[in-house]
């Protein structure tokens, strides 16, 4: 099994800024990708950022020039360094990462916890 440990969320002022981090454990042969998802209330849980085990990183376009994916993977975390917050940027925070068991498996998706985000205006 895979699991996903998340911390770092909490209520911050409009223009702050919060470092989410996620670190996976367990037995498996790599982690080809991890990332961040977010899910307002009422709303679909939507990509924010991506990072793969070659360092190429993908963001939503909201979060462009504010947000970067920091990871390490000798150590199997990920960060999600969030500056110049918005309101809008208020949701739960999801880390995943897709997790290989042997070098011909595909990719299994695993989900952490979840943690929540308020910015406040």
């Known amino acids: 099994q895979v699991q996903l440990v998340e911390s770092g969320g909490g209520l911050v002022q409009a223009g702050g800024s919060l470092r989410l981090s996620c670190a996976a454990s367990g037995s498996f042969f790599s982690i080809v990708v991890m990332g961040w998802f977010q899910q307002a209330p009422g709303k679909q849980r939507e990509l924010v950022a991506t990072i793969t085990s070659a360092g190429t990183t993908t963001y939503a376009d909201s979060v462009k020039g504010r947000f970067t994916i920091p990871r390490d993977n000798a150590k199997n975390t990920v960060w999600l360094q969030m500056n110049g917050l918005k309101p809008e940027d208020t949701a739960i925070y999801y880390c995943?990462?897709?997790?290989?068991?042997?070098?011909?498996?595909?990719?299994?998706?695993?989900w952490g916890q979840g943690t929540q985000v308020t910015v406040s205006s």
């Open positions: 995943y990462a897709g997790v290989r068991f042997n070098r011909q498996d595909y990719a299994h998706t695993y």
